[in-house]
């Protein structure tokens, strides 16, 4: 069955999907499956649940299948059979490695978009000339004057929340992320297991948070982060240095930054080829409305670059598919 997760009604698929997103292994993306306005498909066992909305005609799938990955295809083939019952198109925006190939089975194609930036904390390091740049950019914060807290989201109180819902208002974001990678619900209860991290300058002005999301028990995704356009430099690897600090006395073993839309461009700018060169002009074009340049330049500073993610697609309907996400992503 598939309902749309707003509809009261049907309460419990809600809990059902966040179920399933904490049995749900090494997948950044498995909290966004919580997005109010997805609708669902399940598996037929209920391990596993693909989440979708539909824009254009086209149900687009946000992510990889959340549960258990033994019962990833059995979602995939009932949203398939779904889908197509209802003479809707198909795309997934975001297909890790592990769901590409069942989506290659039903005949869709691949995309290569960008990789996941997976901060390992076992293996989180500052020193050596590698991490110069973060260890640089850490120290700068603290020079200034930056301090930073961690709490839990339902311990907030309600002078910590109005400020923060404060600081979103005049905040400078440069993510990228949208339908696929952004939970769309700040500070209104509904998540009060979120770890949100907090930072002030000398003078004790919140000047930048980040919001982060449990994805499994192990894990935590960036969810949103925030930083007024005075902030202090250095201050969002502080936060993650902080981040990464507290978690290891609290089970935390990864903690995802971001999605790194085409590294390898910016990475291999000088030896790319002519298709090369016309990827790297139409991204760089776009730079101004999506920061991913500048993304970049934040997220190598990690050396956390993780596995590849896709768009997956027919390509005689990539017109459609590309309104649909566009709409999706920034409307």
């Known amino acids: 069955m598939t309902r749309p997760l707003e509809d009261d009604k049907h309460i419990s698929e809600r809990d059902r999907v966040r179920h399933l997103v904490t049995v749900s292994e090494r997948d950044p993306l498995a909290p966004f499956a919580l997005r109010p306005e997805k609708s669902y498909t399940f598996s037929p066992d209920g391990g596993a649940a693909v989440g979708y909305r539909v824009r254009v005609g086209v149900a687009v799938v946000g992510g990889d299948p959340v549960g258990a990955v033994e019962s990833w295809r059995a979602a995939i083939d009932q949203f398939v059979r779904e889908a197509r019952g209802r003479k809707q198109r198909i795309a997934v925006l975001g297909a890790g490695e592990r769901a ?194 500048r993304l970049y330049r934040y997220l190598r500073k990690f050396h956390s670059f993780d596995q590849e993610r896709y768009v997956m697609l027919r390509w005689r309907q990539v017109v459609r598919v590309a309104l649909a996400m566009l709409l999706l992503e920034f409307f």
């Open 100 to 293: 590409r190939v069942m989506w290659e089975a039903h005949g869709y194609r691949q995309l290569a978009i960008g990789r996941d930036v997976v901060v390992n904390r076992s293996e989180f390091t500052t020193t050596g000339r590698k991490f110069r740049n973060l260890r640089q950019a850490i120290q700068r914060s603290r020079n200034l004057g930056v301090s930073v807290a961690v709490f839990r989201e339902g311990e907030l109180r309600p002078e910590q929340i109005l400020e923060l819902r404060g600081l979103m208002k005049r905040s400078r974001r440069d993510d990228s992320r949208g339908f696929a990678m952004i939970l769309g619900r700040l500070f209104d209860g509904s998540e009060p297991d979120a770890i949100v991290v907090v930072a002030r300058d000398a003078d004790g002005q919140l000047v930048a948070a980040h919001r982060y999301l449990w994805a499994g028990k192990q894990d935590l995704s960036l969810d949103l982060p925030l930083r007024v356009q005075h902030a202090p430099n250095g201050i969002d690897e502080r936060v993650v240095a902080e981040l990464v600090e507290w978690g290891s006395s609290r089970g935390v073993e990864r903690i995802s930054l971001a999605f790194a839309p085409f590294p390898d461009l910016f990475a291999n700018r000088k030896h790319l080829g002519p298709l090369g060169k016309v990827g790297y002009g139409l991204v760089h074009l776009l730079d101004p409305l999506i920061s991913v340049e």
